[in-house]
Every structure is written in structure tokens, then in C-alpha cells.
């Protein structure tokens, strides 16, 4: 089975050409990759689609620690309510501190990696997804 392949170019169709299209793992991925990097209310349509995690991206109040564990619980709720094309959903987030080196200077920033693990509702293969982005500025934890 074919899937549309995000992000959805539409330029193709109106020139009467196929739109891009991938397989179901890729058609996952793309879908959890937008899920992630959108913050809610940011989708009009249905602003409880995306990641909270957003509303504090900057906030230098959270630990580390507790940042992890809301994003862990707030994934896992919106995986479960989105992508209905994963079971046995695990994620799990790990927040490091990263040298980044920006026009010669370095700088410490965090580091969120995400790691999901699953397996496709249709065959029960395992499925498994890496991302990984920087946050707000560093904080001692």
C-alpha cells in the first residue's frame, strides 16, 4: 500500500502529475516527525494535535528530569490518539547537555533525542523512529 509522502507538494497534481508517495514505515515516520515538531494549537483544524512541549521550550524552570517525563507521557498519549498504525508504543527521551559551535563560538545547548519503539498494527513487525533536536538555552539541572 502506498501512503502520501509528507510534506504534501501539491504543485505535481495541479500539473497533472502523480503525487510522491512512500510506504507505510516512511508514511510513520513523516507522520511522527510532524507530530513532534508541531506545537499545540498551532493546527487550527484540531489544536490539540502537537507536542505541549513547545509552551515551555525556553522556560529554564523545568529540570531536565521532569521535561523528559512530560514528554515521555504527553508523546505516548498523542501517538496513542494520532497514529493508529502503531501498538506496544515505548518512548523514551534522553536530554543532553551538547558544545554547539555557532560562526566560531561554542556554546552549551540541550539536546532532546527521541526514540519510539513499536510495532505496525498490520503486520506486528517492530517499528522503531530516532529524532533529535536542540531546545532553549543550557540550564544547570
Known amino acids: 500500500m502506498e501512503y502520501l509522502k509528507l510534506p504534501l507538494l501539491l504543485e505535481p497534481f495541479f ?4 503525487i510522491a508517495t512512500c510506504n507505510m ?5 513523516r507522520f511522527l516527525h510532524l507530530l513532534i515538531t ?3 494549537e498551532e493546527f ?3 489544536e490539540q494535535f502537537g507536542l505541549s512541549f513547545w509552551d ?8 531536565s528530569d521532569l521535561r523528559r517525563e512530560q514528554l515521555v507521557h504527553h508523546l505516548l498519549g498523542q501517538i496513542e ?9 515505548e518512548v523514551d527521551v534522553n536530554i543532553k547537555n551538547n558544545q554547539v559551535s555557532h560562526q566560531g563560538v561554542m ?6 533525542e527521541i526514540i519510539v519503539k513499536a510495532r505496525l498494527t498490520h503486520s506486528l513487525e517492530p517499528f522503531s523512529f530516532y529524532t533529535g533536536f ?3 538555552p543550557f540550564n544547570m539541572d
Do not use: C, N, W
Not at 25 to 29: F, L
Open 107 to 112: 556554546t552549551e545547548r540541550r539536546r532532546v
Open 134 to 136: 536542540f531546545i532553549g
Open 44 to 46: 487550527p483544524v484540531d
Open 15 to 18: 500539473e497533472q502529475q502523480p
Open 38 to 40: 508541531t506545537a499545540q
Open 56 to 63: 515551555e521550550d525556553y522556560s529554564t524552570h523545568i529540570t
Open 81 to 89: 490518539r494520532y497514529e493508529k498504525r502503531l501498538a506496544q508504543v
Open 25 to 29: 514505515e516512511s508514511s510513520v515516520m
